[in-house]
């Protein structure tokens, strides 16, 4: 059974950065795509960025150019470096991973960013 465990939350200011990790056990991570999704109070959760295994990524235009998303299949882990951060990236940030026939779901971080 795939799991995952996100770490890296927290609170920062305007203008500031996070990193947050996702650590997979129990499958074939280095055939999973893996995404950062994202759900905020009274919103429905949206995907923010997304790796394929071979390492394609997409990008939610609301963080295009301030988000990296990267895996590092040595480490079965994928990140997500969130630089410039607005008050609107406020959420609970979850990852997930498809390997084609099912989802998974970590039981997310939330991420607040004071204005």
């Known amino acids: 059974q795939t799991q995952l465990v996100e770490s890296g939350g927290g609170l920062v200011q305007r203008g500031g950065s996070l990193r947050l990790s996702c650590a997979c056990s129990g499958g074939a991570f280095r055939f999973y795509t893996m995404g950062w999704y994202r759900q905020a109070p009274g919103k429905q959760r949206e995907l923010v960025a997304s790796?394929?295994?071979?390492?394609?990524?997409t990008y939610a235009d609301s963080v295009k150019g301030r988000f990296t998303i990267s895996r590092d299949n040595a480490k079965n882990t994928i990140y997500l470096q969130m630089n410039s951060l607005k008050p609107e990236d406020t959420a609970v940030y979850y990852c997930?991973?498809?390997?084609?026939?099912?989802?998974?779901w970590g039981q997310g971080t939330q991420v607040t960013v004071s204005s």
């Open positions: 790796v394929t295994p071979g390492s394609t990524t």
């Open positions: 997930n991973a498809d390997d084609g026939l099912g989802r998974y």
